[in-house]
Structures are given as C-alpha cells and as structure tokens.
C-alpha cells in the first residue's frame, strides 16, 4: 500500500530531530479506532439532540458535519497512506567492534497537508547495542518535510544486527481511525570481531619438530616461497619481499609453503557456560561477552601461528555444519581469509558437547600443539581438557599443551577465586600451561602472563587426582 524509496535530497526548511520512541508491545491491527471515535459518537449523539430540539438549519448543519465527520477522517489517511514513506539506512555495512558508527531512520511528507499524528515500528540497536529490539517512533509530520534522525552507536558485540522500518500508522487529525502500512524497509550491519596481533612468540617453534622438518617452520629464509600477495597489517617484516615492493611502490609478501606436515590444533569452545537467566550471578549478555573474547582470543592466536609459518587447523562445534562441528586447516594467512567469516560470525553452541571429544578430531602424528581456548574453568572442563591432552597423544615433551582461559570477569558478580585457583593448580600438575586472556589484554595485543603454579602449593591429593 504503501511504496518505500530513497530519501531524496534535503528540502528547505528540513526539521531534524532526535530520535525518541518507546518499546513496542507487540503490532498493531491494520485498522484501528482511537479516542477520537468516542468523541465523535459524544458529538453525534448530543448534535441529533439539538436538531430535535431546536429545529434550526445551523443545528441541521452541525448534525450533518458531524454525520460526514467519518468519511472525512478516512479520505484524509487514504490520501496520505501511499505517499507517506519511511525507509532505515547505515552508515557503514560492516564495522569492527567498539568502532564508532550511526544508523538512520528517514519519514517523508512529500504532500502540501499535514499530519500530526504518526506512529512508526522500527528496529534498533539497544541501549548498549547488545542485540536489536522493536521499538515504535511518533512523528508530528509537517507539509513538504523530512525528518531525518541518525543515532550514533558502537557495537560491543560481533554479529548481524537488523536496523529496519516495519510499519507505519496514519492517523486522521482528530484521531478517529487509524490505518496500517507495511514498510520492511532494512539496512543490515555486520559487526566483525577485531584482528588482533599478538606481540609473543608463537606457541610452536623449532623445538616442537624434527630437524628435518623444522627447516620449513622456523624461518622466512629457509622455506621455500610459493606466491607473493599485497601487504595485510601483521605480516611478519622478514617475510615483506623487499626488491618486488620497491618496484610495485607498495609493500608485497611472501607466502611460503608448509612441507613439514605438522599443524597446531586449536580447540575453540564456543558453549554458553553461565546462566544468564540469573541476574544476582551475573549479566544477561555475559554469554555473547565470553563468546567474544573466545573468538578474538582465536583469531588472534590462528594468525600469530599462520604468520610465524606454521600451520593450524582450527576445531568448534558449529550448529551450522550438518555434522555439528566445524574443521577448518590453513597453511597460509591467505587460507585463513577464507575461514575468517565463518570463524567471524560464529554462533554459540545450543548442544553441550565435551571439550574431549573434539581433541578426537585431531591427528596426533602431525600434532606438535594442541590449544585450547575456553571461557571457563571448573571441575568438568578440567577433567575434559586433561582428557583430551592424554587421548591425543602429545605431552608437554613431544609438544606444547597449552589453555587460552577467558573469564567474562566484568560479567560475573562473586567470581569463584578459590574455584579458579584449584583449577590452574590442577592444569599444572597435568602439565598443561594456562594463560588467562581479558578484553583488556586482547586488545592492547597481548595474553597475561603464563599461571605459574608451583608444584609446592599443589596438594598431595590433588596431584593424585590430575594423574
């Protein structure tokens, strides 16, 4: 009924407002009656009164106005219905998070009559752009004018968020009826975790494989080159090809192929761990935070490895895959452009599946790591990662275990210390290193330091219960 265009270009005298409205209930019928009615049927009523009454033709008239008031009211929101438009933009498709961005929403009154009365459905971002909700905009809309209200908005979570224009209600100007118009006008932004560059060393180095395929990991100038590809910010300097970049007049690296066969295998929990039904254990958006700091945790690890040429084989379960769980090898940066938006856009998992069993998807004859990345520690999640480092073969001799934890600290209220404590002492006894990952840390490109735990402060029990 009614048709959505783009906004066409700012008239004179163009009002801008900000953008107020309230929390929709739910959607309105498309036809509907307001207080308005009840005051015409006050009127009605009373002008037949005193037609009878009085015999006059004036009281005949305003009877008669009365009578026509109705169709009136009807005219006036059928005229406007299909000129009015509304339509929802972005500034930017796609954005990192905590960049700063802005939405707008765009109402037109292109006819020479008024209409103060106005109500739109729209859906925004929330107050602290944790998801999109429904909300319900009303406009007084002057002659010849468009309104034009743009919100800014940082985005604190990755994901897609729906910005759009779903309904718009007309009401006469007594507000005797009400009409609906379906709109559907969407803009659609997509919000990317950030790519984070570790400053420390790899987690696999010389040492984690043999002499003779060391050769192919360790070093820009002893493997053998396989392609070259423009400049991407946190390439490695030694790997930058220097003559090519002075010929190009930009920056061009090198890609090496990876013989040696071995790969870190990076185990990515993406289960929501807490109960974010409980308000007094802690907030409702704790689960998307932690989800978060996992997946900037896992990029920012993957890229770290790909660039000191190794090569890494990512693992999650992914309610996308049909069997549940997604694997994903990568040799290069390059393959792992490919990988980024499904890694990027990853949902949590509604299944609870044991961290253990994804360590079965690896091959412990090509294995010289196996990481973990969790936003959780207790009793269970111990016991499955120590599970998972004895079936898969490796040992803190033969390769590197390691646990990227990151707790949604500023989330939870009364965080378990002593809980945390007996798990790292726990992790350490089995030999397999912890080291705690924050927002903060993450995003200055650094992990905190390795937990150390010394074997003196484990108890005798406790050490039993790891072997």
């Excluded at 395929?213 to 390439?235: L, P, T």
């Excluded at 006894?429 to 080291?435: C, N, P, R």
Aim: net charge negative; proline share 5%.
């Amino acid at each position: 009924m009614t048709g959505v265009k783009e906004p066409k270009p700012r008239r004179k005298g163009k009002r801008e407002t900000e953008l107020r409205y309230d929390t929709v209930p739910k959607k309105r019928m498309r036809f509907g009656i307001g207080g308005g009615f009840y005051v015409w049927l006050f009127t009605l009523f009373f002008g037949l009164v005193f037609t009878q009454a009085l015999h006059s033709s004036m009281s005949g008239l305003f009877f008669v106005s009365a009578m026509l008031m109705p169709i009136g009211a009807l005219i006036y929101i059928l005229i406007g219905l299909p000129q009015l438009t509304a339509s929802a933009s972005s500034d930017d498709g796609e954005v990192e998070k905590y960049a700063k961005t802005a939405f707008t929403v765009f109402v037109e009154n292109p006819l020479p009559l008024p209409y103060p009365f106005v109500d739109v459905d729209i859906t925004v971002p929330s107050d602290h752009a944790v998801r999109c909700e429904s909300r319900r905009l009303t406009l007084s809309l002057a002659p010849f004018s468009l309104y034009e209200m743009k919100t800014p908005v940082v985005f604190a979570y990755r994901g897609r968020y729906e910005i759009s224009v779903k309904s718009l209600y007309v009401w006469d100007m007594l507000r005797i009826f009400r009409i609906r118009a379906d709109i559907d006008s969407e803009a659609s932004v997509f919000v990317v975790p950030r790519r984070i560059t570790l400053e420390s060393a790899a987690d696999t180095g010389s040492a984690d494989v043999d002499s003779d395929s060391s050769k192919s990991v360790i070093g820009a100038e002893r493997s053998e080159m396989n392609d070259v590809r423009s400049y991407r910010q946190g390439d490695h300097m030694k790997q930058i090809h220097w003559k090519l970049s002075s010929k190009q007049q930009e920056l061009v690296t090198k890609e090496y192929t990876m013989n040696s066969g071995k790969t870190a295998y990076l185990l990515v929990d993406m289960y929501p761990r807490w109960d974010s039904s409980d308000p007094e254990q802690c907030d409702d958006d704790v689960n998307e935070y932690a989800a978060d700091t996992v997946v900037e945790c896992t990029i920012a690890v993957a890229l770290r490895e790909l660039n000191n040429r190794n090569s890494c084989t990512m693992i999650w379960y992914d309610d996308r895959s049909q069997s549940d769980v997604a694997v994903y090898s990568m040799e290069t940066p390059l393959d792992f452009e490919k990988v980024y938006p499904v890694i990027a856009t990853a949902p949590l998992s509604t299944t609870a599946h044991k961290i253990s069993d994804l360590a079965a998807l690896t091959d412990g004859a090509r294995a010289i790591a196996l990481l973990f990345v969790t936003p959780r520690l207790d009793v269970q999640i111990v016991s499955e990662l120590i599970d998972a480092c004895a079936s898969s073969g490796i040992s803190s001799v033969t390769g590197t275990l390691k646990v990227y934890y990151c707790p949604p600290e500023p989330k939870v209220r009364n965080f378990d210390r002593d809980l945390e404590r007996r798990c790292l002492e726990q992790l350490a006894a089995s030999g397999i290193i912890v080291e705690k990952v924050t927002g903060d840390s993450l995003a200055a490109g650094i992990v905190s330091s390795e937990i150390d735990i010394k074997e003196d402060d484990i108890g005798e029990d406790e050490i039993n219960a790891a072997g």
